[in-house]
């Protein structure tokens, strides 16, 4: 029907079904076909679509859907309960939401595909590939015209942009994934920022931590259980498992029990720093939108039109690229050190220019 717009959700459709089979009735293909046109009253809902149905519920939900061609209909082979039929249509957005932010950075790489997997998994419609979810637009709240063929939907309110992701080798994940699973020690060879030669590592994996898009593996040498470190999964080349003679946890093996829980990502120092940074102009506005550091205060000076933050950190890397993100608008005043550093990667711009 030319100009047919649905107001029902794939899910909608599942549930429908499985209502319809969940008792051990047979039914023809027809009779749930016209079952579903007048619950969802929906006259112009095709067979293509109700067939594409029985399918995703087949292959990614594991319904154990079935013909019968003795008896010329559909059944379960066995008692099934739909992953999603206990979801709200706000739980339904909320994973929504959680699935945009996965795929914020990467939707191709293998743990954030595994992640997106299992989210369309739990809630069949999150698959927005096959079909557009539709919610109605109730009067009042928008009027796009009749030129517009689409209805909108809550989904379409909300967009979440594309950052960058990181190069990972799958192979490489694998098997990260595989020594944290039965606590086997990681042989690679990394090329750290602090080194400048690629080193030989053997490492016993604690966690993986999760920053910005970003992978890290947070373990220690087995001669240093005590003294875990950072590793970026994207910086790790030649990994391989060595099976042979598992280790135990540390009591200390999570990483924000034994480095800061700050607000500048994964990133790890032994000394704390006490920072005092001013802010002008617009960046005066920027500072007050977020909660830099549990400890942070912040001064105000409007004669000079200044923002003095001060706060104690040992992320001062990840505190020096933020700084620098603000250009001219704002200057480190304390520590000393990290002050003379802020100039020198300036002056170092300013050679590049």
Not at 132 to 148: C, I, M, N, S, T
Not at 328 to 353: G, Q, S, T, Y
Request: hydrophobic residues 35%.
């Amino acid at each position: 029907m030319p100009g047919h717009k649905t107001s029902h959700t794939q899910l909608e459709r599942f549930r429908l079904i499985d209502s319809l089979l969940s008792s051990g009735e047979i039914a023809p293909f027809d009779k749930i076909l016209e079952s579903l046109r007048v619950e969802l009253r929906d006259p112009a809902l095709s067979e293509s679509t109700l067939r594409r149905d029985f399918r995703y519920m087949k292959n990614e939900l594991a319904a154990p859907l079935e013909y019968d061609a003795k008896k010329y209909g559909w059944h379960y082979t066995k008692t099934y309960k739909l992953p999603s039929s206990g979801f709200t249509d706000d739980e339904i957005l909320a994973l929504h939401l959680v699935q945009k932010l996965i795929g914020q950075h990467s939707s191709e790489d293998f743990i954030f595909k595994s992640i997106q997997t299992l989210l369309e998994k739990i809630s069949p419609s999150l698959n927005l590939d096959e079909e557009k979810k539709a919610e109605p637009v109730r009067e009042g709240e928008l009027d796009f015209g009749e030129a517009d063929s689409k209805v909108l939907t809550i989904y379409d309110r909300i967009f979440v942009p594309a950052r960058p992701k990181p190069v990972l080798e799958k192979e490489a994940c694998e098997k990260v994934l595989l020594a944290l699973k039965n606590n086997f020690t990681l042989d690679f060879y990394y090329n750290s920022k602090w080194e400048p030669d690629e080193r030989h590592r053997q490492i016993l994996p604690y966690q993986l931590v999760l920053d910005e898009g970003a992978i890290y593996l947070y373990g220690a040498r087995r001669t240093e259980p005590d003294n875990p470190r950072l590793f970026n999964l994207t910086k790790m080349r030649n990994v391989e498992v060595i099976r042979g003679k598992p280790f135990d946890l540390p009591a200390n093996f999570r990483f924000y029990e034994e480095a800061e829980q700050g607000r500048f990502g994964a990133f790890q120092y032994d000394d704390y720093f006490d920072f005092k940074i001013e802010f002008y102009g617009e960046a005066r506005k920027v500072v007050h939108e977020f909660v830099w550091s549990d400890n942070q205060q912040l001064e105000e000076n409007n004669e000079k039109n200044m923002t003095t933050l001060t706060f104690t950190s040992s992320q001062w890397l990840p505190v020096q690229r933020w700084l620098l993100s603000f250009g001219a608008d704002a200057k480190p005043i304390a520590p000393d050190w990290f002050v003379a550093e802020w100039k020198e990667e300036i002056r170092k711009m300013a050679e590049n220019l």
